[in-house]
């Protein structure tokens, strides 16, 4: 075999504008005649990697909002995007510093004070880079097919003494100027009016800008050759902002290698992708998103949680990613959170900086107060820091680890596998009696066992029948390690998961309920749940107790061992719940799985 050609799509330029409002204590228009004097003559700027000054600029829509606008930047490597960022945070800093010698303070969008908050509250607009029309089209409905899990990642709600609001974005839930993308077949000029007329019929506006994601730029903020994300919400910090505009270039890659390829985007039925976008607006990464099943309209439907949508598009967005030579540090603020809260049964972890600024106001009832958030603002190496990384790991040192040591591992990507096929065999026929592990043998032939989610999706058809699910259970029984389904069906939606966990719990005569943990598989109940499994093929213990002692369950079944006869235990649920007159109880359910007999102990 010769190798032709080889392609890689590199990264293309794109111009960041970092938002934040203006607030002047006891002045009611103080904030919109401050902006138009710092607009008229505004501080000098340092200038990025390209050389290009900042600039400071404002909205005729948002009068109390001023953006600091990078110009076209290269993000290609760390390095660049360091430098990036700290010419950034300089510039934020050196504005932050004349709007308080104005008589003023720069705050994170959202300062619920304000006289008028709508007059603050703005985006971080990413305006990425494209070659022709081909991209244009690609890349903007990429991104509109994302639009509900970016809202979810990247929303920011009101804030003031009092803690954070809760819910997604409070911009793009008073919004009057933004919709939702309407799907482009084309680019040329004669679909781009049928696009503008529907908009007019539908929104009673004409111009492709009031888009979430606008396919001709934002002419204002001098990007009107590139295609404009207006997703997210204005971050607090410059850490934030690059997180995103590295999310988008990753997405910019993508669609650049659907053009390559000749592939297009799907086309996300338009009252779907408005229905889950409101949904990320009122609720943030608590949504829970309707997939699309246009293919498989005879299925029920299927929801899933925004934070399961944030990672299944971290695992799509990785080869482009790796390509980037993306760090831990820098994708931290956007996965680790969001990977915390869907595995770790602990609550209270950050993730997103609508959880950062209610973490504050936890731990300090002071920490939201204007000063002390200007304060911040004028400090670059503030701006720069990973603060949601500090409050997850002062929430739980040992899951924010792990959780960076996850992140790695995806970001270093499979090991490459090397050409054995012209060396010599080795041989295998003493591995079996080496290898005394029972779920390591497989037969020839054999499938290979399956994987949580594997499992979940096949148990997700409709009417499987009993054999069915026992064969599909016993299939990921085969796998190494603890079986534990708990982190996955947290990650799906909360009423796909109460479904799949009827469909594994076994009837009321196979089911064990225990009243403490236990000591050996010789206890009573222990017995009990094995000679059901040995019978029935499965069985359910059951604990429900005081929510404190749901960890002795645990650690008592680590304990025991392995089940004896092959019986595998899976964890199925572990979770607390609030009884009456407000207790706090919890629920622990472990699923006992035999072997069929005679092939699989």
Known sequence: MTLVALYRSA????????????????????????VGSLLAGPPPLPAGPSGQPHTVRGSARARAALWVDTGRVSLHDPATRARTAEALAVSVARVAADVRRRGGLLLPTGWQQQPDPLAGLCADLHSAEVLNPVQREVFTNLVREHTASLIALGGRQL?????????????????????????????????????????????RVGRLEVMDV?????????????????????????????AHALLVQALSMWSRDLERTGRRVRQVPQFLLEQNRARAVAHGLAAELRVDQTRRTEEPPRTQSAGRAVRTLLSELLPYLRQLDATTDELAPLFLGVEMAGSAAASGFVRNENDLLAHWHREDRTALAPERLAQGLASPDWLT?????????????????????WLTDRLAGPAPQPDRRHEAQPDRRHEAQRDRRPESRREPGRPAPLTAD????????????????MDALR???????????????????RDEARALRRVLRPRAGQRV?????PVSWDDTTATRALRAAGEQG?????????????????????????????????????????????????????????????TDR
């Open 11 to 34: 990264p293309l330029r794109q111009r960041i504008s970092k938002g934040y409002s203006v607030y002047v204590p006891g002045h009611g228009r103080g904030a919109e005649e401050l």
């Open 159 to 203: 804030y003031g003494p009092g803690g954070v609001a809760p819910g997604g974005s409070a911009r793009l839930s008073r919004s009057f100027d933004q919709v939702s993308t309407r799907y482009l077949d084309s680019c040329a000029p004669e679909h781009l009016e049928r696009v503008r007329t529907r908009l007019r019929q539908e929104e």
């Open 214 to 242: 606008s396919p001709l730029g934002m002419p204002e903020a001098q990007a009107g050759e590139d295609v404009t994300v207006r997703l997210f919400d204005a971050q607090v910090t410059v850490a934030g902002t690059l």
């Open 385 to 405: 820091a990973d603060h949601c990384g500090a409050s997850n790991r002062a929430v739980g040192h040992g899951s924010w680890a792990a959780a960076r040591v």
């Open 454 to 469: 594997q499992l979940l999706d096949r148990l997700a058809r409709p009417d499987l029948p009993a054999p069915e699910v």
């Open 475 to 493: 299939s990921y029984c085969r796998a190494g390690g603890t079986l534990d389904l708990t982190r996955p069906l947290r990650s799906r939606g």
């Open 513 to 517: 309920r225990c009243e403490k943990p």
């Open 538 to 598: 499965v069985a359910l213990m059951h604990w429900d107790l005081p929510a404190q002692d749901r960890a002795r369950v645990r650690e008592a079944l680590r304990g025991m061992g392995r089940a004896p006869g092959g019986v595998r235990t899976v964890l199925l649920t572990d979770t607390n719940y609030t009884a009456r007159e407000d207790e706090k109880r919890g629920t622990v359910e472990v699923l006992l799985v035999a072997p069929r007999e005679g």
